[in-house]
């Protein structure tokens, strides 16, 4: 596929998420629900069936079930393309989408074009969740929390029926899954139980070890950050304002879930949005000082950080706490401002990483690398997970041998001892 027409596909995605959020969150959508009939919302309905028809990709395949009908005839065609889907191709070519309109999208505004393979060859050897995150963490797996957090806000305050949102987001849901764990599904013993504990071990050293000069970006998460964002130090001007103004869109997205808090009382002061930037200057504020203390304290005053850590966070509860006896926070509200503050967060790193080359030598430098680096760690935390789960169960990890190695399975072929490595001899 054209990769022009892939990147169009991608950011039509974007732009039709963030523009069922400002429906939603704007009250639009409600204005226009309680104004139309409910048997005029029948037309719409049936249009967005169709629609779903064709977002679920089944159209596309039709040229491939042609050529192959001609070739081989129609009933070995149609068992082909069930077979292809019983193999989850539609799961690869869908995150193959996402490799091709990343890069393709960040060539066109940076520059730095070269050649990126999105194929797969035949492997049979475990790639770690380290290296995995290395590759796709930017390209694949940022993107898709990005998507999952506004279809989150979309469920919590649509005015719609059940039937209306799944034929609206359905594919989207889909999409978002598919580029968080489909480079788990097509790797080799990637729910192997042996396997993700040793992952976990060699993911926890790849966070924590120092880098520098000479500091491979496979050997430690400093060094690869650093080169991960080193294309927008030679980036023009005119990228770089593009880049902060694509990031403009968390702060809107922000602005309209700060207003639907329960202890705003529903006022639309601009002071309420003003209040949220506190909160979020104030978080900097302390991790900067925690920072700055464990950096001054010795490993002989560790217990010291420890309990002035352990201060902090009793303080942030204590903080929760006032605020839900004082000013009605519910539970609500503390779902809604982390669904609010957490892409926040990202889009500041975003712009900071643009503006490197001006504060890179000043203070603010460090809590905002420890700030990276806590995301980092908590989106792969969150994703290293349910797979985690999924390995914990044996029956997913014959189930996925089976659908990678089919072929071999049907030839009679004994793979296991290339999987996990054949035991030494006695």
Not at 50 to 72: A, D, R
Request: proline residues 3%; hydrophobic residues 50%.
């Amino acid at each position: 596929m054209d990769p022009y027409l892939v990147q169009i596909s991608v950011v039509g995605v974007y732009v039709f998420l963030y523009g069922q959020l400002y429906l939603v969150l704007s009250g639009l959508q409600s204005a226009l629900l309680i104004k139309a009939h409910h048997q005029n919302m029948k037309s719409l309905e049936t249009a967005l069936a169709s629609q779903s028809f064709l977002q679920l990709g089944l159209l596309t395949g039709l040229p491939m079930v042609m050529e192959l009908g001609l070739e081989k005839g129609f009933r070995a065609a149609l068992s082909d393309f069930i077979l292809m889907q019983l193999q989850v191709a539609s799961v690869f070519f869908t995150f193959s989408l996402g490799t091709k309109a990343h890069y393709y999208g960040r060539t066109i505004l940076h520059g730095g074009a070269k050649y990126r393979p999105t194929g797969r060859k035949f492997v049979v050897f475990h790639a770690s969740f380290t290296e995995n995150y290395q590759l796709y963490s930017r390209s694949h797996f940022v993107k898709a929390f990005e998507l999952i957090f506004l279809l989150i806000i979309y469920h919590l305050f649509r005015k719609s029926d059940g039937k209306f949102h799944v034929m609206v987001t359905y594919s989207t849901w889909f999409m978002a899954m598919t580029w968080l764990f489909a480079p788990f599904l097509f790797n080799p013993a990637g729910f192997a139980w042996h396997k993700i504990v040793d992952d976990w071990s060699d993911w926890n050293r790849w966070m924590m070890n120092q880098g520098g000069i000479g500091v491979q970006p496979e050997k430690s998460w400093e060094s690869w950050w650093n080169a991960e964002n080193a294309h927008l130090r030679y980036s023009v001007l005119s990228s770089r304002i593009i880049e902060v103004l694509l990031c403009l869109r968390f702060f809107v997205y922000q602005y309209g879930l700060v207003y639907h808090l329960k202890i705003s009382h529903d006022n639309k002061n601009f002071l309420v949005y003003l209040l949220s930037w506190v909160v979020i200057i104030s978080i900097v504020g302390l991790v900067k000082l925690v920072n700055c203390a464990s950096r001054q304290l010795s490993s002989k005053h560790q217990l010291i950080f420890r309990f002035i850590k352990l201060l902090t966070f009793l303080a942030v509860v204590t903080s929760f706490i006032l605020l839900s006896c004082l000013c009605k926070l519910s539970i609500m509200d503390l779902i809604v401002c982390c669904l609010a503050f957490i892409p926040t967060g990202w889009g500041l790193l975003l712009i900071v990483q643009v503006l490197r080359p001006k504060i890179e030598y000043y203070a603010i430098w460090e809590p905002i690398q420890v700030i990276a680096h806590a995301y980092d760690y908590g989106m792969g935390t969150l994703l290293f997970f349910p797979i985690a789960v999924l390995a914990w169960m044996p029956i997913i990890s014959a189930i996925q041998t089976r659908v990678l190695f089919n072929r071999a399975f049907s030839r009679q072929l004994q793979i296991q001892p290339f999987i996990i490595g054949k035991t030494k001899r006695r």
